[in-house]
């Protein structure tokens, strides 16, 4: 499969593939695929929750059977659709009825977010062309989690070690990186937050030392 070999050199077009349910009966999302330097652009009438980057256990029985879901619905109906089958290989990055094993039928849904957000894929609309529906509740915290560390690790070091953390061994390489997609302030906010709080554990200001 193809990789990026060079930060400076261009990127290929970008694709556009139309959604082609094979359910009829299944609702059609709008088309996630103008996949590059495309920014979602709210119209107003749309209303997406705030995912919460946190889960208290008392939410985890609640949360999980959302999850599950979202699971189900990528592994039974989207990972089959053209649009995700197409992003996916323009993404270099396997779906579970391309793997054996486990990963066939119960893949972990981090890898594919963690390849959407590096790549400035992860959308509500292709978030939910990939998870469903009510994304927001099963893997929105997973999202909002592995957005901030796109953050960290961006900060923690260079484009190469950056594109090396997100690479999966040994033909899944990311084919390219973008900078994180509609960033909020408030999102920056509260990362500079924690990213203070682990400076602190590297001095080991926590606990009694802690300066907060």
Same mark, same amino acid.
């Given at each position: 499969m193809d990789t990026e070999t060079s930060p400076g050199r261009p990127e290929p077009p970008a694709l556009a593939v139309p959604m082609t349910p094979s359910s009829p009966s299944w609702p059609v999302h709008p088309d996630p695929c103008q996949f590059q330097d495309q920014p979602f652009m709210r119209t107003g009438t749309e209303e997406v929750p705030e995912p919460a980057s946190d889960l208290c256990p008392d939410l985890l029985d609640s949360w999980y059977p959302r999850y599950l879901a979202c699971t189900q619905f990528f592994v039974s109906y989207a990972q089959h659709t053209p649009t995700v089958q197409s992003l996916a290989a323009f993404l270099n990055i396997r779906l579970p009825c391309q793997q054996s094993g486990a990963q066939a039928t119960h893949p972990s849904l981090r890898a594919y977010i963690r390849r959407l957000i590096v790549t400035a894929q992860d959308s509500p609309e292709v %978030?939910?062309?990939?998870?469903? !529906?009510?994304?927001?509740?099963?893997?929105?915290? %997973?999202?909002?989690? !592995?957005?901030?560390?796109? %953050?960290?690790t961006a900060k923690s070091g260079g484009w190469a070690s950056t594109k090396a953390a997100y690479d999966i061994l040994p033909d899944e390489q990311t084919p390219f990186l973008r900078p994180l997609r509609a960033a909020a302030e408030e999102e920056l906010r509260e990362a500079e937050a924690r990213w203070s709080e682990w400076l602190a554990m590297e001095d080991w200001m926590v606990g009694p030392r802690s300066p907060w």
């Open positions: %978030l939910g062309a990939f998870f469903g !529906e009510d994304w927001v509740g099963g893997v929105g915290s %997973l999202v909002k989690q !592995e957005r901030v560390n796109y %953050l960290f």
